[in-house]
C-alpha cells in the first residue's frame, strides 16, 4: 500500500462525513460550510493524481467563486444563526431515490468504461500547457459551445435583474 | 531547497520549511505595522506615534501583543460559536497558502509550483470565505453588513487582479513564479541588457491595475467600506476582541506583505539581479549566495510596495460602495482585458 491510497482514503473518508453533515445538519450555513470541506478533499484528491491544475481550477471556482456567491446569497435572504426546523420538506422522500440512481448510474458509467483498469503510476506531472494545447486543439468544438452556454446564462441573468 | 538541506531527512525539511514560511509571514508584518502603522502614519499626521516602549518605540508591538494576549477570548451570546472562533483562523490561514509559491532566491522556496500563479490567485479566495462566515457568525446587524461588503468588494476586485496577472503570463509564458523571475533577469529591452526586463515598464497598465487590485482585495483605504468604522463599527471585526482580533489583524498586514511579494515577483523582477551583471546566462549559473542576498532583495522590494499601498491608505478619503462596484467593473475591468489584447497581439507580432 503507497501513500497515495493512505491519503485517499483519509481524504475520502473525511468527504463521505462532510457530504453527509451537509443533507442531514439543521442550518443552511452550516451546510454550504460542509460543503467547501467536500469540495476541498476533492481537490486533494486530484493533487494526490498529480493533476495541480485542476485541483487549483478546482478551489478557484468552487470554494472561491461558487461556495461565496452561495453564502452571499443565503446571508442576504435568509440565514438564521441556529436549528432551523423548516429545512426539510416533503421532496425529501423523492430525494433519496433520485441521489441513489445517480450514484448507481455514476457507478456503472465508472465501472463499464474503466473496469479493472489501474491508473499508471507516475509521479510526472501534467504541465498546463498540454492541458492548454488540448483545450483548443481536439476539444476545441466543446470548449466553444461551454463559453456560448455561459455567455447565454450571463445575459440571462442581466434580463432577469433589469428593472426596465 | 539549498543543497545543505538535502541531507536532512525529510521530516526536518518540512519542520524547516513550517519555520521559514512563519518567518516570511510574521516578519514582513510586524515590519509594517511598526514602521508604516505606527511611524510613518504618525509623521504623516504630524505625531510622534508611539515613543515609550523601546528605542523610539521599537518595543510597542511586543507591547501590544502581550496586552491583546491578556484579553478574555469574548464570544456573543448568540454567535455561533464553533463557527465564530474558526472565521479568523481561515482568513490566517489563506495567508500562509499564499506564502509558499513566492520564490525567495535561485533555491531558496517552499515548492516550485507550475501553475503558480495561479494557485496563489486561487488561495487568496478563501479568505473570503473567512470574512463572510466572520460576519455571519457575530450575530450583528453592523458585522453581517460589513461581511457582506467584503465579500462583493473582494469578488469584483478578484477579477481585475486575475486578468492584470494575465498579462505578465502572455508575456513570461509561464505561470511559473520561479521562471517570471527567470524571464525578467534574463530579458533584453529594445535590445539593452542593463537593467534586465522587470515587466513594470512593458505591462505597466497591469502593475497599476495590480496594486489598485490589490489594495481593494486587502481593504486599505480608500477600498475599506467593509470596515468602514464610521458607518459600520468596525465591520466584520466588530464582535472580535483579544486573540481573534489579533490573528485578524496579522492576517491584514501579513496578507498586504505577501501580496506586495507576489507584486515584486511579477512586476520588478522578484529576488533576481539582471543576470548579465555577474555574468550567468540561466538559473543553474546563479551564484549560491543569492539564496541569502535574494530574500534580502525581496524584503526591499516588498516594503517599497507596501510603502506605496500605506501612503495611498493615508492619503484617500473612502469611496462610496456603488463607487468601488462601478469603478471595477466598469473601469478596471475593461482597461484589463484591452491591455490583454494588445499584450497577445505584441506578443505574436515579435
Known sequence: MIAQNIGFWIIAIVMIVAALRVVTTNNVVHAALWLVVVLAGAAAQYILLAAEFVAVTQVLVYIGAVMVLFLFGTMLTRARIGAESDLNNSYKKLGIPVGLVMLVAMGLALVSSFGDEKLPQTTTVVSSQEISDQIFGPYLLPFWALSFVLLAAVVGAIVLARKD | ?350
Open chain 2, 1 to 350: 531547497m539549498i543543497a545543505v538541506l538535502a541531507e536532512v531527512p525529510y521530516w526536518g525539511q518540512s519542520l524547516l520549511r513550517v519555520l521559514g514560511g512563519l518567518v516570511a509571514v510574521l516578519l514582513p508584518a510586524g515590519t509594517i505595522v511598526y514602521v508604516f502603522l505606527f511611524k510613518m502614519m504618525s509623521f504623516m499626521q504630524s505625531r510622534l506615534g508611539p515613543m515609550e516602549a523601546g528605542p523610539y518605540g521599537s518595543m510597542q508591538l511586543f507591547a501590544e501583543v502581550g496586552k491583546w494576549l491578556q484579553k478574555e477570548d469574548i464570544v456573543p451570546e448568540r454567535a455561533d460559536t464553533r463557527i465564530f472562533k474558526m472565521a479568523p483562523i481561515i482568513v490566517l490561514v489563506s495567508t500562509f497558502l499564499l506564502v509558499v509559491v513566492v520564490p525567495f532566491g535561485p533555491e531558496a522556496w517552499f515548492t516550485d509550483f507550475e501553475t503558480g500563479v495561479f494557485y496563489a490567485l486561487a488561495v487568496s479566495s478563501v479568505s473570503v470565505l473567512g470574512i463572510l462566515i466572520a460576519g455571519w457568525s457575530s450575530a450583528n446587524k453592523y458585522s453581517l453588513l460589513g461581511g457582506l461588503r467584503a465579500a462583493g468588494q473582494l469578488i469584483a476586485y478578484e477579477l481585475p487582479m486575475v486578468l492584470a496577472v494575465m498579462g505578465v503570463v502572455i508575456q513570461a509564458g509561464t505561470m511559473n513564479l520561479q521562471k517570471i523571475v527567470v524571464a525578467q533577469n534574463t530579458g533584453l529591452m529594445f535590445g539593452i541588457d542593463a537593467i534586465g526586463h522587470p515587466y513594470v515598464i512593458s505591462q505597466f497598465f497591469g502593475f497599476i491595475i495590480f496594486m489598485i487590485a490589490i489594495q481593494a482585495e486587502l481593504t486599505q483605504a480608500p477600498f475599506d467600506m467593509p470596515i468602514a468604522e464610521s458607518e459600520l463599527v468596525s465591520g466584520y471585526m466588530t464582535e472580535y476582541s483579544g486573540f481573534r482580533f489579533l490573528i485578524f489583524f496579522i492576517g491584514e498586514f501579513a496578507t498586504a506583505g505577501v501580496f506586495a511579494m507576489i507584486a515584486s515577483v511579477l512586476f520588478l523582477g522578484g529576488w533576481g539581479v539582471p543576470f548579465t551583471w555577474f555574468g550567468w546566462t540561466s538559473i543553474d549559473d546563479v551564484a549560491n549566495w543569492m539564496n541569502f542576498v535574494g530574500p534580502l532583495i525581496m524584503f526591499t522590494k516588498m516594503m517599497l510596495l507596501v510603502f506605496i499601498i500605506m501612503w495611498i491608505r493615508f492619503s484617500y478619503p473612502r469611496l462610496r460602495e456603488d463607487q468601488l462596484q462601478r469603478f471595477a467593473w466598469k473601469g478596471l475591468i475593461p482597461v484589463a482585458l484591452i491591455n490583454i489584447m494588445f499584450t497577445a497581439i505584441l506578443k505574436v507580432v515579435f
